[in-house]
């Protein structure tokens, strides 16, 4: 019965690889969100899809691709990764956009070597 | 300048008091404002969210709201040590959560 579910929970890689995350929310909620946790534990948008569309692309450098199949899903797929690229990464999901709730995801923890 | 700014801590009390964590912000227009809770290892979960002036009572918990002074504040009653975590101010920016960079309370026994 998990809301908002993410695979995998650990991600480890090379350089210059290419790897996907996968969200999934179970709450039928019609927007996703992907957020940034830093080493300083900083938390940072990064994108938002309302009903498939894409409504907020951060200062993200264009190796991040998400890719909304559905209301329920929205994946990440990370191109060429860069050490600066490892990091926690959540999804997150909501009613709308401005006043409500977001419930987050558990988090994918990210290491590049 | 960031939009939210928080004290990063620690925070340290003492079981049973009174825990205040203070957040300001930068856009006068700002007008939703939501407290998370950030275990160590865990996802952000939402305590409290405020849109008006004022105070907002939730069992131990208080929001409060200052938006002349581009304010917002948490109380947490009768402090107990699993109170201890990051606290997470955020408001609505451009229609996504801008986050401050979050306030690590100790709640000591």
């Known amino acids: 019965d998990t809301a908002v579910s993410q695979t995998p929970k650990y991600l480890v890689t090379q350089m210059g690889n290419d790897k996907s995350i996968k969200c999934e929310q179970n709450?039928?909620?019609?927007?996703m969100y992907w957020y940034k946790q830093d080493s300083k534990k900083f938390l940072k948008i990064m994108f938002s899809?309302?009903?498939?569309?894409?409504?907020i692309n951060e200062t993200v450098p264009n190796r991040f691709s998400p890719k909304s199949p559905d209301k329920a899903h929205l994946n990440l797929h990370i191109n060429s990764l860069e050490l600066g690229d490892s990091a926690v990464y959540f999804c997150?999901?909501?009613?709308?956009?401005?006043?409500?709730?977001?419930?987050f995801g558990p988090g994918t923890r990210l290491t590049v070597l | 300048q960031k939009e939210v700014e928080q004290n990063s801590g620690p925070l340290s009390v003492p079981e049973g008091a009174i825990a205040s964590l203070n957040c300001t912000y930068s856009d006068r227009g700002s007008q939703s404002f939501f407290w998370y809770r950030q275990y160590s290892g865990k996802s952000p979960e939402l305590i409290m969210f405020i849109y008006s002036n004022g105070d907002k009572e939730d069992g131990r918990f208080t929001a409060q709201l200052n938006k002349a002074s581009q304010y917002v504040s948490l109380l947490i009653r009768d402090s107990q040590p699993s109170d201890s975590a990051t606290y997470l101010c955020?408001?609505?920016?451009?229609?996504?959560?801008?986050f401050g960079s979050g306030t690590r309370l100790q709640v000591q026994p």
């Open positions: 899809y309302n009903n498939k569309e894409l409504i």
């Open positions: 709450l039928g909620h019609d927007t």
């Open positions: 997150a999901s909501s009613v709308g956009q401005e006043y409500n709730e977001q419930f």
């Open positions: 955020a408001v609505i920016w451009r229609r996504a959560l801008t």
